[in-house]
Structures are given as C-alpha cells and as structure tokens.
C-alpha cells in the first residue's frame, strides 16, 4: 500500500512541475475566444457603419406581406460569412445584420429598416422593386433621442422596460404566417393589425419600440427538418394532422431564414410608469403566431433583479437596444457584457424564416385601420426614383457577394 501511495505522489508531484507547460496550453481557448471577441469588436466598428431607413406608407397599400416575404429573400443574397479559420478568429468577420422596427412615440407609428450603409442601395433597390408606393427616406437615429443612460434617465424623471424573445422551439417547426390569415392583395386580415392598435394607445411623453434583429442564417439552417419529419412518421401510419404538420415543417425548411430576435423598449415618465400595455400587449399580438402544433415565442432576457442587478438589466437593455446588439458568439464576449449572473449566456437568436419574418415585419396594407396612428403619405408613389445607384465599384462588389 505505501509503495502504491508513493507512485502516486510521485506521479503526482511530477504533474504539478509541468504546471508552466499545462497551464498555457488549458488556457488557450480562452486567449482565442477573447482574441476572437476584440477582433469581431473592431470589424462591427469599422464594417457595421448604419443607416436608417423610414417606410412612409400610402393610404392605399393593396400588396399582401408576400412582397416584403420578396424583399427579405433579396436581402437574405446579401449575405456575407467568414469562411476561413483566418476570417473568423483574425479578422473578426461576422455576418451583417438588419434591423426592422416598429416604433411609437406618443401614439404616432413609424416604420424603420436599419441597414448597413455599405448595403443601403441594394436594400432600397429590393424595397423600391415590390413595393413602389412607398417613400422611403434616410432619417436621423430616433435612438438617439433616448437617454443613453440608467442615471441620464433618472435625471429625466423617466423609466425603462424592455424584453427579448425569440423562438421557443426547434426552429424547423413553422409559425402560423399571413398566409393562415388569408390576408390576400384586397381583402383579408392583417397580423400587424393588433400591435399596431396596441403601440397606437401609447400616450404623449412615452416610448414604445419593437426592434427586430435579423442576420442572414446559414442555408444549412433547415438540416434539423429531416429529424423532426422522423420523429412523426416513427409510429408508422401517420394521422391526418401528422401529415398536415409534415408537410408545414417541409415548406417551412424550404425557405432562408434569418438569425432573429426580437427586442422590446419601453420609456415612460416614472409617474404614471405602466409597462403592463406593451409587455401583454406585444406577447399577445405574436402569440397570433403560435399555436400547439407550432412554434411559439419565448423570452430570453429582461428587466427583473432587484437594486444593482435591476440598475444593471436595465442598463443593458438599454444598451443593447440602442445599439441594435446581436448576441455575442464567444465565450469571453459573453462574459465581459454581462453581469455577475452571465445574463448575457441565455440571449439567443434562432433561424425564422422569410414567410414568418415578413408576417412580423411589412408595410401597413389599407386594411388596418390606423389613420389616428400613423403618418401615412397624401398620395401613391407612381415609380421609385430613376437612376438609383445600385451597384459599386468592382472592389465593392466582390466583397459583398
């Protein structure tokens, strides 16, 4: 037995001498990820450069959301992705990323698409392209109207709550889209039609955002549709609602998809602060989206703690919203933007894909009733501006196919 023990601490004791050998190699993740995290830093500061686009939508839009479902797939070709071990750990390459909202300020709606402005032509040229009617301008960041910080908003006598969601299930499995609400070209129902109302009720002196984060996704994003397909024909002879479900997971991998979460903020005055409208009020209007045999939106972050680590999820969110974030891929990166709890380890995207993201995000069509909410053009577009500059120089192209 003493011949064992002495083995062992020898065995031991030789280990620990290695200490300058092991501890540099266990600790190489992590320099990588914070390597990793700095570069992707630099390039979002020099490569995500943004501008931001406001829809003006006329009073008599007919076109169903399938036009916006349209734009998005144009945008979705715009997609960039480090393809090289050097692309992604050295130069920092991420994927480019948009940013669609819906935004009320005292009860008036505005429509944005935030852009980077290296894509700006080509996104307006997709838009101009299926939607002509509708001006769109380049306008001033409303974000930076809002207080920039906790102690900026508390000197205003103001306070914030904010969320964000994304899908709840395996992504393969759809969401309910327009085309469940038959909202069709001259009739039907719009599924904007009740956040709308509900951003509409928003009173003077109060702000209410939806923000809508979207990044290109992979096209390898649907390979989970086979295993799910499977899983239902596992009990042999499917029943009617099986096949039905089958055939809505096929049709829902068929299309791109976008990275996506949503973001909620809230601003009010502290007296009379009321964050109950906006919280119930945007759930249930995308719970319109969800249903047992499909996907369904769940929360991922949001205002809650209390004293510091309520200062703080605050601070975030309202970091993080002004600043369009998207969640960090490294480990490091995770670590350095939150708090002493790692908030920051459950804030996720996932894939949604066009059919779905059009339904959450479209211009307004006539058949919503919003003329006390939003600031609709006097007249119809006739055609988008001739000679819109759409292409760069050779260098620009390369770089952004």
Same mark, same amino acid.
């Given at each position: 037995?003493?011949?064992?023990?002495?083995?062992?601490?020898?065995?031991?004791?030789?280990?620990?001498?290695?200490?300058?050998?092991?501890?540099?190699?266990?600790?190489?993740?992590?320099?990588?990820?914070?390597?990793?995290?700095?570069?992707?830093?630099?390039?979002?500061?020099?490569?995500?450069?943004?501008?931001?686009?406001?829809?003006?939508?006329?009073?008599?839009?007919?076109?169903?959301?399938?036009?916006?479902?349209?734009?998005?797939?144009?945008?979705?070709?715009?997609?960039?992705?480090?393809?090289?071990?050097?692309?992604?750990?050295?130069?920092?390459?991420?994927?480019?990323?948009?940013?669609?909202?819906?935004? +009320?300020? !005292? =009860?008036?709606?505005?429509?944005?698409?935030?852009?980077?402005?290296? #894509?700006?032509?080509?996104?307006? $040229? %997709?838009?101009?392209?299926?939607?002509?009617?509708?001006?769109?301008?380049?306008?001033?960041?409303?974000a930076a109207d809002i207080p920039d910080t906790i102690y900026e908003m508390e000197?205003?006598?103001?306070?914030?709550?904010?969320?964000?969601?994304?899908?709840?299930?395996?992504?393969?499995?759809?969401?309910k889209t327009y085309a469940h609400f038959a909202s069709g070209e001259k009739d039907?129902?719009?599924?904007?039609?009740?956040?709308?109302?509900?951003?509409?009720?928003?009173?003077?002196?109060?702000?209410?955002?939806?923000?809508?984060?979207?990044?290109?996704?992979?096209?390898?994003?649907? +390979?989970? !549709? =086979?295993?799910?397909?499977?899983?239902?024909?596992?009990?042999?002879? #499917?029943?009617?609602?099986?096949? $039905? %479900?089958?055939?809505?997971?096929?049709?829902?991998?068929?299309?791109?998809?976008?990275?996506?979460?949503?973001?909620?903020?809230?601003?009010?005055?502290?007296?009379?602060?009321?964050?109950?409208?906006?919280?119930?009020?945007?759930?249930?209007?995308?719970?319109?989206?969800?249903?047992?045999?499909?996907?369904?939106?769940?929360?991922?972050?949001?205002?809650?703690?209390?004293?510091?680590?309520?200062?703080?999820?605050?601070?975030?969110?309202?970091?993080?919203?002004?600043?369009?974030?998207?969640?960090?891929?490294?480990?490091?990166?995770?670590?350095?933007?939150?708090?002493?709890?790692?908030?920051?380890?459950?804030?996720?995207?996932?894939?949604?894909?066009?059919?779905? #993201?059009?339904?959450?995000?479209h211009p307004l069509t006539s058949s919503v009733l919003t003329a006390p909410h939003?600031?609709?053009?006097?007249?119809?577009?006739?055609?988008?501006?001739?000679?819109?500059?759409?292409?760069?120089?050779?260098?620009?192209?390369?770089?952004?196919?």
């Amino acid at each position: 037995m003493d011949v064992i023990l002495s083995l062992v601490g020898g065995a031991l004791l030789f280990v620990l001498s290695l200490w300058w050998i092991a501890l540099p190699i266990a600790l190489i993740p992590l320099i990588l990820s914070a390597l990793t995290f700095w570069r992707q830093q630099l390039y979002k500061a020099k490569s995500m450069e943004s501008v931001l686009l406001e829809l003006r939508i006329p009073p008599d839009l007919l076109r169903s959301p399938r036009a916006m479902e349209q734009v998005l797939i144009a945008m979705h070709g715009l997609r960039n992705a480090p393809k090289t071990w050097r692309q992604y750990h050295i130069d920092g390459q991420v994927t480019r990323w948009f940013s669609f909202e819906i935004v +009320s300020e !005292g =009860g008036m709606l505005r429509f944005y698409v935030r852009t980077p402005a290296a #894509l700006r032509n080509l996104v307006e $040229a %997709s838009l101009f392209s299926y939607y002509p009617e509708v001006e769109i301008i380049t306008v001033p960041d409303y974000a930076a109207d809002i207080p920039d910080t906790i102690y900026e908003m508390e000197a205003n006598g103001l306070d914030v709550w904010g969320t964000e969601m994304t899908a709840a299930k395996d992504p393969v499995i759809p969401f309910k889209t327009y085309a469940h609400f038959a909202s069709g070209e001259k009739d039907g129902i719009d599924p904007l039609s009740s956040l709308v109302e509900i951003l509409g009720k928003i009173r003077a002196g109060e702000f209410a955002g939806v923000q809508i984060i979207a990044a290109p996704a992979d096209r390898k994003w649907n +390979s989970g !549709g =086979g295993d799910q397909i499977a899983k239902l024909k596992e009990s042999g002879m #499917l029943t009617p609602g099986e096949s $039905a %479900s089958v055939k809505e997971i096929e049709e829902n991998v068929s299309k791109p998809a976008f990275n996506t979460l949503v973001r909620v903020l809230y601003v009010a005055p502290k007296e009379g602060f009321s964050s109950a409208l906006v919280a119930s009020g945007v759930g249930n209007a995308y719970n319109q989206l969800s249903g047992p045999k499909y996907n369904a939106f769940a929360p991922t972050q949001g205002v809650g703690g209390k004293g510091e680590a309520l200062r703080f999820s605050k601070a975030r969110m309202l970091w993080a919203y002004r600043r369009r974030a998207i969640p960090e891929s490294e480990y490091i990166g995770k670590v350095l933007t939150s708090n002493g709890k790692l908030r920051n380890f459950s804030e996720r995207w996932a894939p949604i894909n066009v059919e779905a #993201l059009a339904t959450m995000f479209h211009p307004l069509t006539s058949s919503v009733l919003t003329a006390p909410h939003i600031e609709r053009l006097s007249s119809r577009r006739v055609s988008a501006p001739a000679g819109l500059p759409i292409y760069g120089d050779d260098e620009a192209i390369k770089r952004f196919l």
